[in-house]
């Protein structure tokens, strides 16, 4: 069964830091493009960053560029999201989703096969 497991999630304070993690169980993330994703109340889902299976393409929404970094560590069969400099704008639940894309690529919007059940993150005083 293919399983994505995200955490690192919590309540932290604004201008404070997470990092997410991604790990896959029953298939190795190796190959696959990860998309980091996140949803708030009464909000669509958006895509925050992504990353190609190389890891050599990233992207990021404007809303975190400069504040978010994605990364990948293959061995570990994980996907980090580093994010700093937080906001309470960025409360939401984190989702990631994995993919077979033709090319080294990866894309912001949520066309990915595999999904996670999400991690709460909560930036307030």
């Known amino acids: 069964q293919l399983q994505l497991v995200e955490s690192g999630g919590g309540l932290v304070q604004p201008g404070g830091s997470l990092r997410l993690s991604c790990t896959a169980s029953?298939?190795?993330?190796?190959?696959?493009?990860i998309g980091w994703f996140r949803q708030a109340p009464g909000k669509e889902r958006e895509g925050v960053s992504c990353?190609?299976?190389?890891?050599?393409?990233?992207d990021y929404a404007d809303s975190v560029k400069g504040r978010f970094t994605i990364s990948r560590d293959n061995a570990k069969n994980t996907v980090y999201l580093q994010m700093n400099s937080l906001k309470p704008e960025d409360t939401a639940v984190y989702y990631c989703?994995?993919?077979?894309?033709?090319?080294?690529?990866?894309?912001?919007?949520?066309?990915?096969?595999?999904w996670g059940q999400g991690t709460q993150v909560t930036v307030s005083s």
């Open positions: 989703a994995a993919d077979l894309l033709l090319f080294d690529q990866c894309v912001l919007s949520p066309k990915y096969g595999y």
């Open positions: 029953g298939f190795t993330l190796d190959g696959y493009a």
């Open positions: 990353i190609s299976r190389s890891g050599g393409r990233s």
